[in-house]
């Protein structure tokens, strides 16, 4: 999927068509004001105050087909430079934007706006030179945005749209909407039925079987992937006590967006985080260089106060389960220890056919500790990629408050984009809890820390690969592997049920769908489920001891022994394919 943003040309046409809706939208609601409409990555928006009325999906088309005509209209965006003074009376009717002018920069005496035909509005630009050029649009949706982002004040309503060159990117664009809605994990979630959420507890997921058995394979994956490479698993407790998120620094920095309760010893926090937890396991003993370095994984449950108007399915929730492990390592082998995670990462994205970017976050406003170490320790990433043989974009000022990072940005089937993993440098945690190590010469040392998701929360990671797979998961993944199903249940069931019990044996996950129904529903429901093998049980099957299967989505089906199709399916799933 396009970021257009990203892209120079489409951001100006993108920002222009925003301002082409809103002349529309005046032209319809003479009384309408507008705050601002900046360009996102999905296009851009704008919000509005329409004076008492509401703008409904139904309404949109009646915008475009005004944005239509003003732009046959073929008007050229003229752009003026005015005083502070002169923009304060040319909307001196308008709060939005005197509240815009009185917050500009003392030391913008010139104020720049943008006019096309009838309409005005403040910008610094640019735009493209005439609204003719602006042809190819959608407006996608209306919703509601607070003044300011603030609850405290007006909701002002929000038109977002998307801008393209031509007719024939936009129809792209809008075919990968339909198929994204098709595949989002929320429909798909209550299709398979993998997972519910309750009124009882906003942005806490219920699994149920099918997504608990989901939930399990990928945990019991990464749990072997990760023994394999030598991480140590541990677990730490869920709550801890304030002192030691003061200590960690996230009291201060975090404690806004952390659940926190009183009891007897104190005030206590449900961690946000892990890491705390982990350098207790490490202060637990004393180590010397040769253990290092230190691998703890750990699948920590961590709760984060999010907005209830954030909440988003399995993608935006309070409570989560990171994937996470944190590296205890002298400074010199931090460069050899990010290689051997970035190839630990290549190995488990590929198994799930994901693409990915790596950015590196730098230094934010709100760090801790010292600039000099700051610089290094960037460094030692930005050479630490470009040994292992990856390219990687600067994200200035986006790294955590201990540390900078490496963000890992998943591309999906529909070429969507997913901060996904992360690998954070950490030499200041270690020396706040007294953390060291004897080194060779008999000195103690502070270790340096690396904290590293490779899923960033099994939730997440669940919503994601749910809507890149469309739900269709490889064999391996899938909550229910197999289903057999009885042409006529009455006659064929016996060894239907007998075939399901020797497969269940060998560790497939398998049902029998014995119902009274017609053969054609049941082997429909097998399809909206998406059971991978759908083991289809009539006379000649019975008969002859034989297993007849499909696979889903297709309605070729392949008749063999039983000894030979497990051996088949066992070869699958071990592939992981």
Same mark, same amino acid.
């Given at each position: ?7 120079? !040309? ?62 046959? %209209?073929?008007?050229?965006? +003229? ?13 001196? %009717? %308008? ?20 006019? !096309? ?215 010199? !082998? ?42 290094? &320790? ?44 992360? +690998? ?53 993944? &899938? ?25 269940? &044996? ?32 009539? %006379? ?38």
């Amino acid at each position: 999927m396009v970021n257009i943003k990203e892209n120079e !040309q489409l951001s100006i046409l993108n920002h222009s068509c925003a301002h082409l809706l809103a002349q529309a939208v005046k032209h319809l609601y003479p009384n309408a004001k507008f705050w601002v409409g900046p360009v996102i990555s999905e296009g851009f928006y704008y919000d509005m105050d329409i004076d008492g009325a509401t703008i409904t999906e139904e309404d949109l088309g009646k915008i475009e087909k005004e944005m239509k005509k003003i732009s046959k %209209d073929g008007k050229r965006i +003229v752009r003026h430079e005015i005083s502070k003074q002169e923009a304060l009376e040319m909307f001196k %009717d %308008d709060p939005y934007k005197l509240d815009l002018i009185n917050n500009m920069d003392e030391s913008d005496t010139v104020i720049s706006c943008y006019s !096309q035909g009838d309409f005005t509005d403040l910008c610094r630009g640019p735009h493209v030179e005439s609204v003719k050029q602006i042809k190819f649009f959608k407006l996608l949706k209306v919703s509601g945005a607070y003044f300011k982002g603030d609850s405290k004040n007006k909701m002002l309503q929000r038109i977002y749209g998307i801008c393209f060159e031509t007719q024939q990117d936009l129809d792209d664009y809008l075919n990968m909407i339909e198929e994204a809605k098709k595949r989002d994990h929320r429909k798909l979630g209550r299709e398979m039925e993998l997972f519910m959420l309750s009124d009882y507890g906003p942005g806490l997921p219920f699994w149920l079987p099918n997504g608990y058995t989901l939930r399990r394979t990928l945990e019991d994956f990464w749990l072997d992937i990760h023994r394999k490479n030598n991480y140590l698993p541990i677990n730490t407790p869920i709550m801890l006590n304030r002192q030691l998120w003061e200590t960690s620094g996230h009291w201060d920095h975090y404690k806004d967006d952390m659940f926190t309760i009183d009891v007897e010893e104190g005030t206590y926090a449900i961690k946000p985080m892990n890491c705390p937890g982990a350098i207790l396991v490490y202060n637990n003993s004393l180590h010397s260089y040769k253990e290092l370095p230190l691998r703890y994984a750990e699948l920590g449950n961590v709760h984060r106060y999010e907005a209830s108007g954030a909440l988003n399915g399995l993608f935006r929730v309070r409570g989560f389960t990171q994937d996470d492990a944190h590296i205890m390592l002298a400074e010199s !082998q931090i460069g050899e220890e990010i290689g051997r995670i970035l190839k630990l990462y290549d190995q488990i994205y590929s198994i799930f056919g994901l693409d990915y970017s790596i950015e590196l976050s730098t230094r934010p406003d709100n760090y801790i500790g010292e600039i000099e170490v700051w610089n290094q &320790a960037e460094k030692d990433l930005e050479n630490a990629c470009l040994a292992s043989g990856h390219s990687f974009k600067i994200n200035p000022g986006d790294g955590a408050f201990y540390g900078p990072k490496l963000d890992f940005k998943l591309t999906d089937s529909l070429s969507r984009v997913w901060q996904c993993g992360t +690998v954070q440098l950490d030499m200041q945690l270690p020396s706040r809890f007294n953390c060291v190590y004897i080194a060779e010469d008999g000195s103690k040392k502070t270790p340096v820390m690396i904290h590293r998701a490779c899923f960033g929360s099994l939730e997440r990671f669940i919503g994601i690969i749910l809507e890149n797979y469309g739900g269709n998961f490889p064999l391996w993944l &899938a909550p229910v592997q197999f289903v057999t199903i009885p042409v006529n249940p009455n006659v064929h069931n016996d060894y239907a049920q007998q075939l399901t019990d020797k497969l269940a &044996a060998v560790g497939f996950r398998i049902q029998n769908d014995n119902r009274n129904e017609k053969l054609g529903y049941r082997l429909r429901e097998a399809q909206i489920k998406k059971v991978p093998v759908q083991i289809i049980v009539g %006379d000649n099957e019975v008969n002859n001891s034989l297993v007849t299967f499909r696979r889903h989505g297709s309605k070729d089906s392949e008749t063999v022994s039983v000894d030979k199709f497990i051996e088949m399916m066992q070869n699958e799933i071990a592939q992981k394919k």
